[in-house]
Antibody
Framework: QVKLVQSGAEVKKPGASVKVSCKAS????????FAWVRQAPGRGLEYMGW????????SYEEKFRGRLTLTTDTSTNLAYMELRSLTSDDTAVYYC?????????????????WGQGTLVTVSS | QSALTQPASVSGSPGQSITISCTGT?????????VSWYQQHPGEVPKLIIF???NRPSGVSSRFSGSKSGNTASLTISGLQAEDEADYYC??????????FGGGTKVTVL
């Protein structure tokens, strides 16, 4: 069974950093890229960035550049999202998502498998 | 970039068809046909229901169909059922090689 299991909820103070992990199972980890998407309470989905498993390339949405780092560990089938300099606006559920591969796909435009989400609360 | 524009809510009776629009700019769609749609029930994770404008992943009901004309993409749900009540999000692959989501549409089955 293909699934992504994320680490548990976090509570952080403003200015701190958070690192969320995402464990993949049920498929060949290096065959698919990963993206991270967040959803603030009662709000819509917001794309954060993407990491290529084979290339190690990353691409970050402009608003997160400089404080977001996406990494993977192919030996343990883990993907990580680290966000620094947190503010209350970063309070959200953070999702890892597998990039859906299909013919003609640019490799990171659609997401077919999602983690269960990790709630990150930023509060003083 | 601002989110793609979707209506906040759409409603319909069981058996009817409804259409959700998703509007953006030339840059938002990048001249590509890389538009996806996601369904999200309350408290659940998003589910991919349409990719590449009009293709359905395996296992997704044929009642869901997608199209695109210019800078407006659309999702049509035919034969509306109670289980279709959810939030729906469009997304596009932009000219900047990033993904942009719509603001979401709440579908209510009357």
């Amino acid at each position: 069974q293909v699934k992504l299991v994320q680490s548990g909820a976090e509570v952080k103070k403003p200015g701190a950093s958070v690192k969320v992990s995402c464990k993949a199972s049920g498929y060949t980890f290096t065959n698919y890229n990963f993206a991270w998407v967040r959803q603030a309470p009662g709000r819509g989905l917001e794309y954060m960035g993407w990491i290529g498993l084979n290339s190690g390339d990353t691409s970050y949405e402009e608003k997160f550049r400089g404080r977001l780092t996406l990494t993977t560990d192919t030996s343990t089938n883990l993907a990580y999202m680290e966000l620094r300099s947190l503010t209350s606006d970063d309070t959200a559920v953070y999702y890892c998502a597998r990039c859906f591969y299909y013919e003609n796909s640019p490799g990171d435009d659609a997401f077919d498998i999602w983690g269960q989400g990790t709630l990150v609360t930023v509060s003083s | 970039q601002s989110a793609l524009t979707q209506p906040a809510s759409v409603s319909g009776s069981p058996g009817q068809s409804i259409t959700i629009s998703c509007t953006g700019t030339n840059s938002d769609f990048g001249g590509y046909n890389f538009v996806s749609w996601y369904q999200q029930h309350p408290g659940e994770v998003p589910k991919l229901i349409i990719f590449e404008v009009s293709n359905r992943p395996s296992g997704v009901s044929s009642r869901f169909s997608g199209s695109k004309s210019g800078n407006t993409a659309s999702l049509t749900i035919s034969g509306l059922q109670a289980e279709d009540e959810a939030d729906y999000y469009c997304s596009s692959y932009t000219i900047f090689s990033t993904v942009l989501f719509g603001g979401g549409t709440k579908v209510t089955v009357l």
